[in-house]
């Protein structure tokens, strides 16, 4: 069985550039995670979906990061403009349903210059 | 509010020490999963160890040993005969049963040959 997919693995950027990020979760799991690690600390949750609706996106900095999962599958996460704080790594993660055990994906490592 | 707290920043061992890494949570609920993960220096978080709230046996897993205690809110994990391949920063975790899941904050182990 595959499991959760990331890209792109490293990305550097200036700060108020945009970046992107993609998430691709094990078949048929129906939620998704994303969290933002900050180096020296555990993982944050920023949002959470279940099928295509959130759940959760309560840590979510709206004014500059956006996510989406159009059709219950695989997953975005913007940052728009990016600021030096948000260097960490993004990961992603995808469960059967909410209380289950998450599985994450390799991560994505984010440096703002 | 729920807590998660991971003492132990960093622990040191050499090669075929014994070692426990303490996990201490706090909840109001009476239903609740902890949960073990491991992050080796590639990065991605591996799937250790589930346990319910109704389940207070200990587990043991080859040189893994989970000690759940609800007396005291603690969930340790203890590994026998180190190896060099066991270091890596390993988190605790808690999930009410609701959406959101809290990690502590990690302990790095390291094992020296």
């Known amino acids: 069985e595959a499991g959760v997919a990331q890209s792109p693995r490293y990305k550097i950027i200036e700060k108020r550039q945009s970046v992107a990020f993609w998430c691709n979760p094990i078949s048929g799991h129906a939620t998704l995670y994303w969290y933002q690690q900050i180096l020296g600390q555990g993982p944050k949750l920023l949002i959470q979906?279940?099928?295509?609706?959130?759940?959760?996106d309560s840590q979510l900095p709206k004014d500059r990061f956006s996510a989406e999962r159009l059709k219950g599958v695989d997953s975005t996460l913007k940052i728009q403009p990016a600021k030096l704080e948000d260097s960490a790594v993004y990961l992603c993660?995808?469960?059967?349903?909410?209380?289950?055990?998450?599985?994450f994906g390799p991560g994505t490592r984010l440096l703002v210059l | 509010a729920q807590k998660v707290t991971q003492a132990q920043t960093e622990i040191s061992v050499v090669e075929k020490e014994d070692v426990t890494l303490d996990c201490v949570y706090e909840?109001?609920?009476?239903?609740?999963?902890l949960f073990w993960y491991k992050q080796p220096p590639s990065g991605e978080l591996v799937f250790l160890i589930r346990r319910n709230s109704f389940d207070e046996q200990n587990e043991i897993s080859g040189r893994y040993s989970w000690n759940f205690q609800k007396s005291t809110s603690s969930f340790n994990f203890t590994i026998t005969a180190s190896q060099v391949v066991d270091s890596a920063v390993y988190f605790c975790?808690?999930?009410?049963?609701?959406?959101?899941?809290?990690f502590g904050a990690g302990t790095r182990l390291f094992v020296k040959a």
């Open positions: 979906f279940q099928n295509n609706g959130v759940v959760d």
């Open positions: 975790a808690l999930n009410t049963g609701g959406f959101k899941t809290i």
């Open positions: 909840t109001r609920d009476t239903t609740y999963y």
């Open positions: 993660a995808s469960s059967s349903e909410g209380v289950e055990t998450q599985y």
